[in-house]
């Protein structure tokens, strides 16, 4: 059974442009990893060559320690969604999932994996009238049926409403608390640092920082609440908690900052903004100015 896999030292190159630069990636049976990054960092392209669809000019890979000969190999142990996925837009999302089940021959259930991703209500409708999000969701529930260890995810959380996207989340976690090991792309912080294990973020085709998720959570870092009104938050029931420009704020961990927001909604105190710095959010904050000010 492969419980990792490891993919080191990848470089690629577009004529002159340097895309990829000695990148490297590894995914742990039962946990999710998060390549975060702007647009243009590099995501897509690392991901098109774990799919063996790119040739990295150079770059290794292996299962449980145990080098293979290409990258195209790992498809022996993963699923891939990668961005937008196609499929026959005159036949139905359950007619289309049923063909590819076919075609792989699979036996799962086209329903039960329909069910999963949220779709069973709309199985009968023809994909040309899905929106994006639910291509999304036909999508990874191709992904699921040949129930490989591995999951790779790129971008899979575009389009969706911010409903579906909470219960694709927490689709995530579960098949990752079932032993997947899952790598998943996005751009947008908060869509996975709830649930994921590790992080790996890029910038311009490069490794800028790697780190424990479970340590930006139980780090304390400073935590703001912004109100509508000029709150009054007595500092004997608040101790730490300091007003500053137009904020209050304070170190906190996460835990300590939920129990924080709890104890002020208790109190009638609503906040209509929320934000915990971290090291991974300051980091990816830094590469997004920075990109903004050489456009």
Not at 78 to 100: H, M, T
Not at 230 to 242: I, R, S, T, V
Not at 258 to 287: C, F, H, T
């Amino acid at each position: 059974m492969v419980n990792q896999i490891e993919a080191s030292h990848i470089n690629l190159h577009y004529g002159k442009q340097k895309i990829l630069n000695n990148v490297d990636v590894s995914i742990r049976a039962g946990t999710i990893t998060a390549i975060v990054g702007p647009n243009g960092a590099g995501k897509s392209s690392t991901f098109r060559i774990l799919a063996g669809l790119v040739h990295p000019d150079s770059g290794q890979v292996s299962c449980n320690g145990v080098n293979l000969n290409h990258f195209s190999e790992l498809r022996n142990y993963c699923s891939y969604l990668l961005e937008s996925p196609d499929f026959y837009a005159y036949l139905s999302g359950i007619r289309n999932l049923k063909l590819l089940l076919r075609l792989s021959g699979s036996s799962a259930d086209a329903t039960r994996l329909l069910r999963l991703v949220g779709l069973e209500k709309d199985a009968t409708k023809k994909v040309q009238h899905y929106s994006r999000g639910m291509k999304q969701r036909l999508g990874l529930a191709q992904a699921l049926a040949d129930d490989k260890p591995f999951l790779v995810l790129d971008e899979p959380f575009n389009g969706l409403d911010p409903e579906v996207k909470v219960q694709m989340l927490q689709l995530l976690f579960d098949l990752k608390q079932q032993g997947k090991g899952i790598l998943v792309s996005t751009h947008l912080l908060e869509d996975i640092e709830a649930i994921a294990d590790d992080f790996v973020l890029l910038n311009r085709g490069r490794v800028y920082l790697t780190g424990s998720m479970q340590h930006e959570r139980e780090n304390r870092q400073m935590v703001r609440f912004w109100f509508s009104d000029e709150a009054d938050l007595p500092e004997n029931e608040f101790p730490g908690l300091q007003f500053k420009g137009n904020c209050w704020q304070m170190q906190a961990s996460i835990n300590e900052s939920e129990q924080l927001l709890q104890k002020m909604v208790a109190k009638g105190l609503v906040p209509y903004r929320v934000e915990r710095s971290s090291l991974l959010y300051d980091k990816y904050m830094e590469i997004a100015h920075d990109s903004f000010n050489s456009i």
